[in-house]
């Protein structure tokens, strides 16, 4: 084909073939336009196959164009001129998968393509070699002074040393790249970017590499007296970072936002993922993934960062001067935080704090910060930290602040790991931890959580900021009376067929912040008295046999019981005497004396609260008329009691000739002073266990064990743990 005319076919052309546009005019209009901007190495006319109609081929003028120094090839309808199609010229390029020696990190396999092609940057015509990689990481160029060279081909220029600068920086480019796409699931936004090797007019003269977001470029420095070839996955790391805050919030990045503690967030930010990315390369080492710029600073610590402990690398300024002096600020407001004109605001100086607090959320860590604040914080992993920190980002916005920063990872998340999830908690923590004050969402719904007669009622949202909506609902048994978008709410609570109802209900707010989130409150509450308990220890199943004259514990539970209502329990046992526990959930009781024959023993249980009793929870048995196994029974012995944190429970037989011994299995529960089960262990051996009371509320508990020597029936020993803060 040229020029519009088949000049040679090596088959016969199928009769149905249609060639639309052969006897047309051609309409140069975007032609034209083309020439403009871009340089037209060929044109001519041809045509091609419609991509819906198999055998409709349309005339086009096929032009081939350099781009910022790539060579594309552009299809144009010659009937209206509009542009059908625009790729590059893929028959240039050599396509493979090859492993090289990296600068910092060894052998390492990268995905390239190169290309032979005009020069980018200058106005001659002149073909030079060129790294090219639209594989994720975007387009690697390498300047006329740092070409990518094979071995063979140009010695005189020190042609490995240049592979490996070249390769190092395209190499982490593209982990960085795979990092946000596999480890952080990122949705899919414009990945690409340009990385050059400097060239004295294009990098400043005491930078070690910078992002252009104009130009959508990487510039790593050369070597330089204070810096080795910043091509390193940290450096090449934060610059990519700068490209995603870019991408993905809503103003922080625009260039007037950079200065103080806007700017420092952009750094700190851009810190934060290039850990994450060396994490993800190299595993953890602390001196390298908690560092920056390990590989590349030669000699002057203040151009280093360290999240472990800011104090140690990085420089921050005293006053007015803008002489640079050593350690960054761990601490809001706190030992080395800046606020002058230096640095812009300290850009590169408060982004300590922000390091910080990933350190922390990711690694955890206690201890006072420097304003006499404790702190204790559980770290949930580097990728999770990270994840949060780019969750965070559409809610960043023109000159947010750290508090704005605060506010935007704990929503992160939240909607990530769910409200009051334990990684939002320390996300929170985190921040009191480096003193960075938030005014996070603490609303909370406030009303009658028991109700024992049916009338109106009505329900708050307290500590509620400036919100779009407000939804409430209610659940069953409660009617909606009042209206909707006020932080108040009234309900009714009706009778049904003339009989209240009782049970749980509740009243949920959906909330509509101005950031966009939103969240749901929810107050749960129970109309009338309690149900009856749903479960009796010891009593399995009714008709079980009971040894005269013995003692016996009984723990009576309800699943419906809420631990912000007062309840108070009411036994009564035949063929029995109760010796304590009455008003509890726990009973000792001692059985009849059966002489004879059996006797019929039965334990019932019921719960009240301030609007009456519930049902009895009954089971039944019998006290037989000699008791089998006299050994004696063992008793619990716990120390320290009372205990802070972690005390020791050992149970201590009575009898040398029936000790608790390896071979005996036993069971414990805990149940808290609102008598729900705390804890329980299964299956123990041996005479003592470890129970951690670290987080426990103040109180005290009921332990109950439960215990079978072979020949015996089971046996429930109990004693209790008194908990201190």
């Given at each position: 084909m040229?020029?519009?005319?088949?000049?040679?076919c090596?088959?016969?052309?199928?009769?149905?073939?249609?060639?639309?546009?052969?006897?047309?005019?051609?309409n140069?209009?975007n032609?034209?336009?083309?020439?403009?901007?871009d340089?037209i190495?060929s044109?001519d006319?041809?045509?091609?196959?419609?991509?819906?109609?198999?055998?409709?081929?349309?005339?086009?003028?096929?032009?081939?164009?350099i781009r910022?120094?790539?060579e594309?090839?552009?299809h144009?309808?010659?009937?209206?001129?509009?542009?059908l199609?625009?790729?590059l010229?893929?028959k240039?390029?050599?396509i493979s998968?090859d492993t090289f020696?990296?600068?910092?990190?060894?052998f390492?396999t990268?995905?390239?393509k190169?290309?032979?092609?005009?020069?980018?940057?200058?106005?001659?015509?002149?073909?030079?070699?060129?790294?090219?990689?639209?594989?994720?990481?975007?387009?690697?160029?390498?300047?006329?002074?740092n070409?990518?060279?094979?071995?063979?081909?140009?010695?005189?220029?020190n042609?490995?040393?240049?592979?490996?600068i070249v390769?190092?920086?395209?190499?982490?480019?593209?982990r960085?790249?795979?990092?946000f796409?596999n480890?952080?699931?990122?949705?899919?936004?414009?990945?690409?970017?340009?990385?050059?090797?400097?060239?004295?007019?294009?990098?400043?003269?005491?930078?070690?590499?910078?992002?252009?977001?104009?130009?959508?470029?990487?510039?790593?420095?050369?070597?330089k007296?204070?810096c080795?070839d910043?091509?390193?996955?940290?450096?090449?790391?934060?610059?990519?970072?700068?490209?995603?805050?870019?991408?993905?919030?809503?103003?922080?990045?625009d260039?007037?936002s950079?200065h103080?503690e806007?700017g420092?967030?952009?750094?700190?930010?851009s810190d934060?993922?290039?850990?994450?990315?060396?994490?993800n390369v190299?595993g953890?080492?602390?001196?390298r993934i908690?560092?920056?710029?390990?590989?590349?600073?030669?000699?002057?610590?203040k151009?280093?960062?360290s999240?472990?402990?800011?104090?140690?690398?990085?420089?921050h300024f005293?006053?007015?001067?803008s002489t640079?002096?050593?350690?960054?600020?761990?601490?809001?407001?706190?030992?080395?935080?800046?606020?002058?004109?230096?640095?812009?605001?300290?850009?590169?100086v408060?982004?300590?704090?922000?390091?910080?607090?990933?350190?922390?959320?990711?690694?955890g860590g206690?201890?006072?910060?420097?304003?006499g604040?404790y702190?204790?914080?559980?770290?949930?992993?580097?990728?999770?930290?990270?994840?949060i920190?780019?969750?965070?980002?559409p809610f960043?916005?023109?000159e947010?602040q750290?508090?704005?920063f605060?506010?935007?990872?704990?929503?992160?998340?939240?909607?990530?790991?769910g409200?009051?999830s334990?990684?939002?908690?320390?996300?929170?923590?985190?921040w009191?931890a480096?003193g960075?004050?938030?005014?996070?969402i603490?609303a909370?719904?406030?009303?009658?959580?028991?109700?024992?007669?049916?009338g109106?009622?009505?329900?708050?949202?307290n500590?509620?900021?400036?919100v779009?909506?407000?939804?409430?609902?209610?659940?069953v048994?409660?009617?909606?009376v009042s209206?909707?978008?006020?932080?108040?709410?009234?309900f009714?609570?009706?009778?049904?067929n003339?009989?209240?109802l009782?049970?749980?209900?509740h009243v949920?707010?959906?909330?509509?912040?101005?950031?966009?989130?939103?969240?749901?409150?929810?107050h749960?509450?129970?109309?009338?008295f309690?149900?009856?308990?749903?479960?009796?220890?010891?009593f399995?199943s009714?008709?079980?046999?009971?040894?005269?004259?013995?003692?016996?514990s009984?723990?009576?539970?309800?699943?419906?019981?809420?631990e912000?209502?007062?309840?108070?329990?009411d036994?009564?046992?035949?063929?029995?005497t109760i010796?304590?526990?009455q008003?509890?959930?726990?009973?000792?009781?001692k059985?009849?004396?059966?002489t004879?024959?059996?006797?019929?023993?039965?334990?019932?249980?019921r719960?009240g609260?301030?609007?009456?009793w519930?049902?009895?929870?009954t089971?039944t048995?019998?006290?037989?008329?000699?008791?089998?196994?006299?050994?004696?029974?063992?008793?619990i012995a716990?120390s320290?009691?009372?205990?802070v944190?972690?005390?020791?429970l050992?149970?201590?037989?009575?009898s040398?000739?029936?000790?608790?011994d390896?071979?005996?299995v036993w069971d414990?529960e805990?149940?808290?002073?609102?008598?729900?089960?705390?804890?329980k262990?299964?299956?123990?051996r041996?005479?003592s266990?470890?129970?951690?009371?670290?987080?426990?509320?103040?109180?005290?508990?009921?332990?109950r064990?439960?215990?079978?020597?072979q020949?015996?029936?089971?046996?429930v020993?109990?004693?209790?743990?008194?908990?201190?803060?």
């Amino acid at each position: 084909m040229k020029d519009g005319q088949i000049k040679h076919c090596s088959s016969r052309i199928p009769e149905d073939i249609i060639f639309y546009g052969k006897d047309n005019k051609v309409n140069t209009k975007n032609i034209k336009e083309i020439a403009k901007s871009d340089s037209i190495l060929s044109s001519d006319l041809t045509y091609i196959q419609d991509s819906l109609i198999k055998n409709l081929f349309i005339l086009v003028q096929e032009v081939a164009i350099i781009r910022d120094g790539l060579e594309y090839v552009i299809h144009i309808d010659a009937e209206n001129g509009d542009l059908l199609h625009e790729v590059l010229n893929s028959k240039r390029f050599t396509i493979s998968t090859d492993t090289f020696e990296t600068l910092y990190n060894g052998f390492q396999t990268a995905y390239f393509k190169t290309e032979k092609t005009h020069n980018i940057f200058g106005s001659s015509n002149t073909w030079w070699n060129y790294l090219y990689g639209q594989v994720g990481a975007g387009t690697l160029y390498a300047g006329d002074l740092n070409m990518w060279y094979k071995e063979d081909d140009s010695p005189s220029q020190n042609s490995h040393f240049m592979t490996k600068i070249v390769g190092s920086a395209y190499w982490a480019g593209q982990r960085a790249y795979l990092y946000f796409k596999n480890i952080l699931s990122a949705p899919n936004i414009n990945w690409s970017v340009v990385l050059r090797a400097n060239t004295d007019y294009d990098l400043p003269s005491d930078e070690v590499a910078l992002y252009n977001p104009t130009s959508n470029r990487i510039i790593y420095s050369r070597d330089k007296p204070f810096c080795r070839d910043a091509a390193s996955v940290d450096i090449i790391g934060h610059e990519y970072g700068h490209h995603i805050s870019d991408q993905y919030t809503n103003g922080l990045s625009d260039p007037s936002s950079y200065h103080d503690e806007s700017g420092a967030l952009l750094e700190g930010i851009s810190d934060i993922f290039a850990r994450a990315i060396q994490y993800n390369v190299e595993g953890y080492n602390e001196h390298r993934i908690e560092t920056m710029g390990e590989d590349v600073i030669k000699n002057d610590p203040k151009l280093m960062r360290s999240f472990r402990d800011p104090n140690s690398l990085g420089f921050h300024f005293e006053g007015s001067s803008s002489t640079p002096l050593n350690g960054q600020p761990d601490t809001y407001e706190g030992l080395y935080f800046f606020r002058g004109y230096a640095n812009n605001g300290g850009v590169h100086v408060n982004n300590g704090v922000i390091n910080h607090w990933m350190y922390l959320l990711s690694m955890g860590g206690s201890g006072n910060n420097d304003h006499g604040t404790y702190y204790n914080v559980n770290g949930i992993g580097i990728d999770k930290g990270a994840k949060i920190v780019f969750n965070a980002l559409p809610f960043l916005l023109f000159e947010s602040q750290f508090s704005d920063f605060r506010n935007a990872t704990i929503i992160a998340a939240e909607n990530i790991y769910g409200l009051g999830s334990n990684e939002s908690k320390q996300v929170a923590n985190a921040w009191n931890a480096v003193g960075v004050p938030g005014n996070e969402i603490t609303a909370t719904i406030t009303g009658p959580t028991l109700i024992c007669e049916p009338g109106t009622y009505t329900y708050n949202i307290n500590n509620l900021p400036a919100v779009d909506s407000i939804i409430w609902e209610k659940g069953v048994g409660l009617v909606l009376v009042s209206g909707q978008n006020t932080s108040s709410c009234t309900f009714n609570v009706l009778s049904h067929n003339g009989f209240f109802l009782h049970g749980s209900t509740h009243v949920t707010a959906t909330i509509v912040y101005k950031s966009g989130h939103s969240i749901e409150l929810r107050h749960d509450l129970w109309m009338g008295f309690p149900s009856a308990p749903d479960w009796m220890r010891y009593f399995n199943s009714n008709g079980m046999e009971f040894g005269s004259n013995q003692y016996y514990s009984f723990v009576a539970t309800s699943s419906t019981a809420f631990e912000n209502i007062s309840y108070d329990w009411d036994w009564e046992v035949s063929g029995g005497t109760i010796l304590n526990g009455q008003g509890t959930n726990s009973l000792t009781v001692k059985t009849a004396t059966a002489t004879d024959t059996k006797i019929p023993f039965t334990v019932k249980v019921r719960i009240g609260n301030l609007c009456g009793w519930g049902s009895y929870f009954t089971r039944t048995g019998y006290v037989l008329p000699v008791f089998l196994h006299p050994e004696s029974i063992p008793t619990i012995a716990i120390s320290p009691n009372p205990t802070v944190g972690e005390t020791t429970l050992s149970i201590e037989s009575v009898s040398e000739e029936k000790s608790f011994d390896e071979a005996i299995v036993w069971d414990m529960e805990i149940y808290g002073t609102n008598q729900l089960l705390k804890t329980k262990k299964t299956s123990l051996r041996g005479k003592s266990t470890k129970i951690y009371t670290s987080g426990w509320q103040e109180g005290v508990y009921i332990v109950r064990v439960t215990y079978k020597i072979q020949g015996s029936p089971e046996k429930v020993i109990t004693g209790k743990i008194v908990v201190k803060r």
